[in-house]
Structures are given as structure tokens and as C-alpha cells.
């Protein structure tokens, strides 16, 4: 009888041995082999340790499985990284669409604003739940995930993608600069101005990873301050700010300002940053109940960063609507002119609403260049795997932006035309970059061997994927109501449908190596494909 117990006893020990076996492989994410020589987001001695009162004693028993209790405390020390990703939708070209927006569309499109919001904080929590199961971000695991060639690809479209922002963003500390300066400034000296922002960054970072996110938070609540008093001193309309929102209106005339409020909340250089910023916690990724944990305060903290992102360009966009709404100076309104156009509606003041709008910009401007450059950093580290020093790191990535933007600011420097179509080319170039971010994220957050139990489950896969397609798809009218205005000419056209087909196979090869499409036809012409590649 006891040699019977004993025999239950050590299957018994076999079976839990085997489920804890299990377990861990499930926890333990993906890596190369090269673990060792590998780019990381983060050294460990930058990272923030979260502690707990008694972490000494959860460690040593099962407790590890389940996320402790809510701490407000613990709330604040994973406060940061949302509120840096959160801020890409609140750069210059974000703005220039909420004022355009409103002066053309009023308040009809706010309802789009907020639901348009909604889908970029689902991408960017994938994003950040990809960071934190893994242990890398999104730009090293698609190094490993994709072959040689086409990691190289998504690298350089990263990139373009990245410098049609920076552009942007720099452009618009610019203009802010000349704006506060009366003019004395011009565009170019406001460029190289705001160059200088990643050496600030590499003194911020030597100071530790929280001083440089109260940089930023002293940031947002500059813009925040600055929009909410134009807010307050233009006196929009409540209730058709309430309808706006409350009630979807949509007309032939604004969908071209409908397209490019939900095309520009999807930053691709936002998805490849969010994934690196949140390694700025110590996580230890073999244990679920820590990874659940930092989950959840993730989701709290970049809730709570997009809704504030929400109500700033809210106000942008009630201000411009309440001001130029069905004026003939709608339809010219641009982020060169937008200043001097609010000075005119509303006059100087003890505060001019030139200057607030100015500091506003100039806030917008800084914060995100400088987000820029942070994410520059992890592209080129993690896609290249290139261990270098920071500041030549930095040195590098504001460089692919600075020089085009100089010969920009040289060249427009006199022209608001010119600058409003420069603008549209690159939100064009943004626009078609968007799905070498989307699709290689949500391919990996569905891969068990990637994610472990962390693996996002049937329902808000398909979600994901819905929302996916469904903001390509805007962007892919934007793209073809762009071309069939400004192609013209044989040669030009010939290019641009060459050009088309690559992008598109390219997008095909991405979508099917996914695993996303269920037909048996398209997984088994990838899988001929794929053969070719090994």
C-alpha cells in the first residue's frame, strides 16, 4: 500500500513538475542567439526598480503567478512612458489637422476625434504589451521574426516614416520660434534651434530616466495651459461641442478633414517607441504575475495620457471652429498663418493669442522632436542591432532629419503655399508607411512563441486586425485622392504605379506571412513564397 502512495506521490511530483515546466516555457519569450551582443532599449542600471513591501517574500512562493494589489504608489512609478508615447499625437502635424478640421468641418468631426483616439490607444497598449511580455521592443523582435531583406525594408520605411515627422515637428518649433522672436527670427535659424534638442536629451538621459519624463510632463501642461486658455478666451459654443461629440455627422465636403483626423492617430514611429519605453521599468518577464501587473498600470497610465491628448486637440480644433467656421479664410488656413489669423479674429489683449498660441507650438514642437530622436534610437538600434555610444547614436538620427529640414526651411522660408503642400507630401509619406508598423505588431502579439500566455486571445485579434485594415483603408484614399490630384505627366505616373505594385506585394508578403488570412489557397502560395527566401 505505501509503495502504491509513494508511486501516486511521485507522479503526482511529475505531472506538477511538467505544468510548472509548461509554464515557464510559455513565460520565457523569444530571443536570438545572440542574446549576449544584442541592442537594448535600456541598460539595467537605468531602469526603475519597482518594489514592493514585500517583494523579498512574494518571490519566494507562488505569488509571482498573480499581480499584487492595486498601489496607487506603484501607479506613479510606472507613470511616464505613456505620457512620452501620448505625445506624438499632439506634435505639429497633429495640430495643423485639428485647426484645419475645425475651420472647415466646425464642430462636426469631434465624434471622429475622440473614436479615432480610441483606436490609437489600442494599438499603442498592443505595443506596450508587446515590450513588456518580451522583454524587447518591437524593432529587434522583427529583426529576428523577418528575413534579412525584408527587416532591412521595414528599417528604411521606419525610417522615411520618422523623418516626414521630424520634419514636420521641427518645421513647426520653427515657425513657433519666429512667431515668439516678431519675425526676427527666420525659419531656418528656428530649425537649428531645434536641432539642438538631442543634445538636451543626452543630458536629460544622464540624469535618469524620471528627470527627463518630468521634462515632458512640464511639457504637456504647457500646451495643455496654453490651448485651454484660447479655449477659455474664444468661448466656443458648449452644446455644439456636446453634439459634436455625441452625435457622428458626416458630409461630402468633410471627409477629406474626416480621413486625415483618424490617419494621422496611428504615428508608426509611435508603435516602434511605445514598445522600447515601457523596458524603462525593471520587469522580470519569467514572472506572470509582474508582467500582468505592469500591464494593468500601463493601461491605467496611457488611458489617461490620450485622454488628456484628447481634450488638448479638442480644444485646438473648437477654437479654430468657433473662429472660422464658414469665414473665406477656411480654406487657407495652415500652421504657418494660423497665428496671425487668430491675432486678427480676436485681437491682442493683456496676453495675445499670438504669443499663447506661439508657446503652445513651440511646446508641441519640442517635445516632439526630441520624442523623435528617442525613437530614432531604438529603429536604428534595434532593426541594425548597432551598439553605440549615445550621443553618436542621437548624433545620427537627428542628422537623417536635420539636413533635409534645413534645405526645406531654406526653400519655403517665404512661401505659406509652399510649406501647405510640403506638408501634404509628408503626410503622405507618413500615411503609407503605416502598415510596416501595424502589421509586423500585431503578427507578433498573436504568436504564442513570441508572446507566451501574454498571447492577445481570438476576439481582440480580430478587433485589432478590423482596426488595422480599417485605418489602412483611410489612409489608402488619402493616398489615392493625393495621387490622382498631383500625378501628372507619362514618366511621373509610370514611377508611381511601379512604385504602387512593390508596395503593395509588399504589404501582401507581410499580411500572409502574418498568418492572419485563414484561406488554405493564400497560406499555401505564402508558404511556396516563403520556401523561396530559406
Request: proline share 3%; aromatic share 10%.
Amino acid at each position: 500500500m505505501s509503495a502504491e502512495l509513494r508511486q501516486d506521490d511521485q507522479l503526482s511530483q511529475h505531472a506538477k513538475d511538467d505544468d510548472e515546466e509548461e509554464a515557464n516555457r510559455l513565460l520565457r519569450p523569444q530571443s536570438s542567439s545572440s542574446d549576449v551582443d544584442d541592442e537594448v532599449a535600456y541598460e539595467s542600471r537605468e531602469k526603475i526598480l519597482i518594489v514592493d513591501a514585500d517583494s523579498a517574500a512574494a518571490d519566494d512562493d507562488d505569488s509571482t503567478q498573480v499581480p499584487p494589489p492595486f498601489s496607487w504608489k506603484k501607479l506613479w512609478l510606472f507613470t511616464g512612458p505613456g505620457f512620452l508615447m501620448s505625445i506624438a499625437f499632439l506634435d505639429p502635424g497633429n495640430l495643423e489637422g485639428d485647426l484645419q478640421s475645425g475651420a472647415i468641418a466646425g464642430y462636426s468631426l469631434l465624434w471622429l476625434l475622440m473614436w479615432a483616439t480610441a483606436m490609437g490607444l489600442l494599438v499603442q497598449l498592443l505595443s506596450a504589451r508587446l515590450g513588456v511580455a518580451t522583454g524587447r521592443h518591437l524593432a529587434e523582435l522583427c529583426r529576428d521574426e523577418y528575413p534579412k531583406w525584408a527587416g532591412l525594408v521595414l528599417w528604411f520605411m521606419a525610417e522615411l516614416a520618422l523623418i516626414g515627422a521630424d520634419i514636420q515637428e521641427v518645421i513647426g518649433s520653427a515657425i513657433a520660434i519666429q512667431i515668439l522672436s516678431n519675425g526676427f527670427l527666420p525659419l531656418w535659424a528656428g530649425v537649428l534651434i531645434t536641432a539642438s534638442d538631442c543634445f538636451l536629451l543626452l543630458i536629460l538621459e544622464n540624469y535618469g530616466v524620471r528627470k527627463l519624463e518630468g521634462v515632458f510632463a512640464v511639457l504637456i501642461a504647457t500646451m495643455a495651459l496654453s490651448f485651454a486658455w484660447m479655449f477659455v478666451d474664444t468661448k466656443p459654443s458648449g452644446k455644439e461641442l456636446l453634439i459634436g461629440i455625441l452625435v457622428p455627422r458626416l458630409s461630402s465636403r468633410t471627409i477629406r478633414q474626416a480621413v486625415g483626423v483618424v490617419g494621422c492617430v496611428i504615428m508608426p514611429h509611435n508603435v516602434f517607441l511605445h514598445s522600447a519605453l515601457v523596458q524603462s521599468r525593471n520587469i522580470d518577464p519569467h514572472k506572470k504575475g509582474r508582467v500582468q501587473e505592469a500591464l494593468n498600470y500601463y493601461s491605467i497610465e496611457s488611458s489617461i495620457a490620450l485622454f488628456i491628448s484628447f481634450v488638448i486637440n479638442l480644444f485646438v480644433t473648437t477654437v479654430f471652429a468657433k473662429g472660422f467656421y464658414g469665414t473665406k479664410q477656411a480654406d487657407s488656413i495652415g500652421l504657418v498663418n494660423a497665428g496671425q489669423f487668430l491675432q486678427e479674429k480676436y485681437g491682442g489683449g493683456l496676453y495675445p493669442i499670438l504669443y499663447i498660441w506661439g508657446v503652445g507650438l513651440l511646446a508641441a514642437g519640442q517635445s516632439s522632436t526630441i520624442t523623435g530622436t528617442y525613437a530614432g534610437q531604438f529603429i536604428m538600434g534595434g532593426f541594425l542591432n548597432l551598439r553605440l555610444k549615445k550621443w553618436l547614436r542621437a548624433l545620427i538620427t537627428r542628422s537623417f532629419a536635420i539636413v533635409p529640414t534645413i534645405i526645406v526651411a531654406i526653400i519655403f522660408n517665404t512661401s505659406e503655399g509652399s510649406l501647405d503642400v510640403l506638408n501634404e507630401w509628408l503626410n503622405v509619406l507618413q500615411s503609407v508607411q503605416i502598415p510596416f508598423a501595424l502589421i509586423p505588431l500585431l503578427t507578433l502579439v498573436s504568436k504564442e512563441q513570441i508572446m507566451g500566455v501574454f498571447k492577445i486571445g481570438p476576439l481582440l485579434e480580430k478587433v485589432a486586425w478590423t482596426v488595422a485594415v480599417l485605418v489602412m483603408v483611410i489612409n489608402g484614399y488619402l493616398l489615392l485622392d493625393f495621387f490622382i490630384a498631383e500625378v501628372n505627366g507619362l514618366l511621373f505616373g509610370v514611377v508611381v504605379c511601379s512604385g504602387t505594385a512593390a508596395y503593395v506585394a509588399f504589404i501582401i508578403y507581410l499580411v500572409l506571412r502574418s498568418g492572419a488570412l485563414p484561406s488554405t489557397y493564400f497560406n499555401s502560395v505564402y508558404k511556396r513564397f516563403a520556401d523561396t527566401d530559406t
